[in-house]
């Protein structure tokens, strides 16, 4: 009699809890480092830090009277309580959050908390002054933007601008490298490999250098943007120089005329300069790949690695790939972020609430595809063998070069120059061509002898033009 089939394990229980995503699961060594930036741990973290400085900013400059100013031992007592604010903090503001069922609210008690137990001090007395005139998105707004930039020039700047230099530094290793150009797959004016690795060095520092630019803003003006509590509490105050100096304090841009919740325009255009990063990376990822298809890169052979489970000759240029199909899912997500925070309906929405809480796997994708670009590009080596053959197989890419000297003969006065593409386009289109059926076209041009001395001289191999000085360009 056949047995009933055991009942599975359902793995949603199992102990420690197993990861939903790859980014905190099978990658999560190579992004670890934003975890301390873009995870819920961090946003509080940053919630408890902007309350706390929020405290010290309104103390300092006797903004609400009555409350004492602080000593510098309270100070840093506040400002512990960040710096210390771990795996003990986070379960015990979940607590919290399982009561107030909100989480700035959390934060706010928690921080109350701390207070409360710094006794002998001015700090017990000070409770009604932690969130004092905010609304969450006074709290929110600026930890997400302190969150953003610290994980933008912490880790992923960092890791992304030693990619640029890492294709700078083969740009200029390989700038004399000739190398037969392919434009719509065919062959075309040679190049040098180093410079056709500069064009993308180029092209991505410049979108470093304008993320390296941007503007982080922040709010702090309560619950529809018109101070409107702040005036009611303490009419005395010039609340708006209360909160461009808090922000700025912050090391943020002040953002004067908001609604409830910081506009998100800033978010929107660092997303868009990241996200074109990551095309730009994405075409390198693509053109390397197909070099290496080429056979002009060859992989170093990983010991112990498989390429294939049935073809034990491969080695796949899966670094490429990764990056391909991660900075795939970045832009996409970076994309919606950028077209999502931008709208808020009338004073406030919530959907930027739930998108703000995806910033952290659009970085990640990013970072893991610069992470697996670096590994790639540092497994390679180049067969100029290769591309020295591939030269010397079409030399009918010196029909350009010739039938450009014969024009400028042409204009100088030399007879028997008429026609020179088409004479050069009935030679050439859609054949191979020898050294010596092109010699001997050149030679019988009639061409004034040191012209015709330098088109012989010349081989697909020698014409590339100033390919190997452009590479300087990096440099500028």
């Not at 150009?181 to 410049?206: C, D, I, N, S």
């Not at 919530?350 to 893991?368: E, M």
């Not at 092109?438 to 004034?448: Q, S, V």
Request: with cysteine; aromatic share 6%.
């Amino acid at each position: 009699m056949p047995q009933e089939p055991a009942a599975r394990v359902t793995l949603a229980e199992v102990t420690p809890p197993l990861a939903l995503g790859p980014l905190d699961g099978r990658y999560r060594p190579a992004v670890a480092p934003l975890v301390d930036h873009l995870s819920e741990g961090a946003l509080n973290r940053e919630r408890v830090h902007v309350e706390v400085e929020w405290l010290i900013h309104l103390t300092t400059h006797q903004v609400v009277p009555g409350a004492p100013a602080l000593t510098d031992d309270e100070r840093a007592y506040l400002r512990a309580v960040v710096t210390g604010f771990g795996a003990a903090e986070i379960a015990e503001l979940a607590e919290i959050e399982r009561t107030t069922v909100h989480d700035v609210k959390a934060v706010e008690y928690f921080l109350k908390r701390r207070l409360a137990a710094a006794a002998g001090t001015a700090l017990p007395a000070l409770g009604e002054l932690v969130h004092f005139c905010c609304t969450s998105e006074d709290i929110n707004n600026l930890s997400y933007a302190l969150m953003v930039r610290g994980a933008v020039r912490d880790v992923w700047l960092p890791a992304a601008s030693a990619l640029v230099a890492q294709v700078a530094d083969l740009a200029r290793e390989h700038a004399d490298v000739p190398m037969l150009a392919l434009t719509h797959g065919q062959p075309a004016t040679p190049t040098t490999l180093g410079k056709e690795l500069a064009v993308l060095a180029h092209r991505l520092g410049r979108q470093l250098r304008r993320i390296e630019r941007a503007e982080y803003l922040g709010k702090l003006n309560g619950a529809t943007g018109t101070y409107g509590a702040h005036v009611v509490a303490v009419p005395g105050a010039d609340w708006p120089e209360v909160s461009r100096t808090f922000v700025e304090h912050l090391g943020l841009t002040w953002n004067p005329l908001t609604t409830q919740i910081e506009s998100h325009d800033w978010q929107a255009e660092l997303y868009a300069d990241l996200a074109r990063f990551n095309r730009v990376l994405h075409n390198l990822a693509t053109d390397v790949w197909t070099y290496i298809s080429r056979g002009v890169f060859v992989q170093i052979p990983v010991a112990g690695a498989t390429g294939s489970s049935t073809m034990p000759h491969k080695v796949n240029p899966i670094r490429f790939e990764n990056a391909e199909a991660n900075l795939e899912l970045s832009c996409a997500l970076l994309d919606t972020l950028s077209a999502t925070l931008v709208t808020s309906r009338l004073q406030r929405d919530l959907t930027d609430s739930t998108t703000q809480r995806n910033i952290g796997p659009a970085f990640g994708h990013s970072l893991l595809a610069v992470d697996n670009v670096r590994r790639g590009l540092s497994a390679l080596s180049v067969n100029t063998e290769l591309l020295a053959t591939e030269l010397d197989q079409n030399w009918e890419v010196l029909g350009e070069p010739v039938q450009s000297a014969m024009r400028a003969a042409a204009v100088a006065g030399v007879t028997g120059m008429e026609n020179p593409y088409e004479r050069l386009k009935e030679l050439t289109r859609g054949r191979r061509l020898t050294a010596a059926d092109m010699l001997g076209f050149i030679a019988g041009l009639g061409l004034p002898a040191d012209v015709a001395e330098r088109l012989s001289a010349l081989t697909p191999g020698a014409y590339t033009g100033l390919a190997a000085d452009l590479v300087r360009h990096l440099d500028d």
